[in-house]
T-cell receptor, first 114, second 110 residues
Framework: DAGVIQSPRHEVTEMGQEVTLRCKPISGHDYLFWYRQTMMRGLELLIYFNNNVPIDDSGMPEDRFSAKMPNASFSTLKIQPSEPRDSAVYFC????????????FGSGTRLTVV | SQQGEEDPQALSIQEGENATMNCSYKTSINNLQWYRQNSGRGLVHLILIRSNEREKHSGRLRVTLDTSKKSSSLLITASRAADTASYFCATDDSGNKLVFGAGTILRVKS
């Protein structure tokens, strides 16, 4: 398995533009997580899905953020409109159900909003 | 919000020495996990210890857990330059999501 695949690796966009980040989890993993990492706030959980259903989106900072998982092999995180304070590295991770499993993280998308 | 707090924030040692990092947390947990992050990369899962376990080993890694003190430690023995990275503890209190600490930056000098 190629692991968790995220795209793009880097994204530079202007304030006000829509940004879409993509994630392909490991096949067979039924949990998917979106995290954001910044120097100031560290790693923050934004939202997670179980069997494609959003379970907890309490970490999504504002209504400008939305996430979907239309099927077991694909998820998107969308920011519309983007703002400079959204600049961060966004990670997707997946894991198997049941306790005792670690997460597999993707390589992340470095987002810069100018 | 961060659950785990790592100590120290940064650690610099010579190759061959042991490195110890500590993590404290606030609430009851199902398990505690340690991850490594190399610069510019994603996080890599190192080891998981359940709340009913006190010690676990994996290669050169040794993790301890003291639930009465709400603390854990990660020991890396015989460190190598390739161990240079940030190390994070993460707690799982519900079985469904991880909350990460701020991390310890480890530098191993060759």
């Amino acid at each position: 398995d190629a692991g968790v695949i995220q795209s793009p690796r880097h994204e530079v966009t202007e304030m006000g533009q829509e940004v879409t980040l993509r994630c392909k989890p490991i096949s067979g993993h039924d949990y998917l997580f979106w995290y954001r990492q910044t120097m100031m706030r560290g790693l923050e959980l934004l939202i997670y899905f179980n069997n494609n259903v959003p379970i907890d989106d309490s970490g999504m900072p504002e209504d400008r953020f939305s996430a979907k998982m239309p099927n077991a092999s694909f998820s998107t995180l969308k920011i519309q409109p983007s703002e400079p304070r959204d600049s961060a590295v966004y990670f997707c991770a997946s894991r198997l159900s049941g306790g005792g499993y670690g997460y597999t993280f993707g390589s992340g998308t470095r987002l810069t909003v100018v | 919000s961060q659950q785990g707090e790592e100590d120290p924030q940064a650690l610099s040692i010579q190759e061959g020495e042991n490195a110890t990092m500590n993590c404290s947390y606030k609430t009851s947990i199902n398990n505690l996990q340690w991850y490594r992050q190399n610069s510019g990369r994603g996080l890599v899962h190192l080891i998981l210890i359940r709340s009913n376990e006190r010690e676990k080993h994996s290669g050169r890694l040794r993790v301890t857990l003291d639930t009465s003190k709400k603390s854990s430690s990660l020991l890396i023995t015989a460190s190598r330059a390739a161990d240079t990275a940030s190390y994070f503890c993460a707690t799982d209190d519900s079985g469904n999501k991880l909350v990460f600490g701020a991390g310890t930056i480890l530098r191993v000098k060759s």
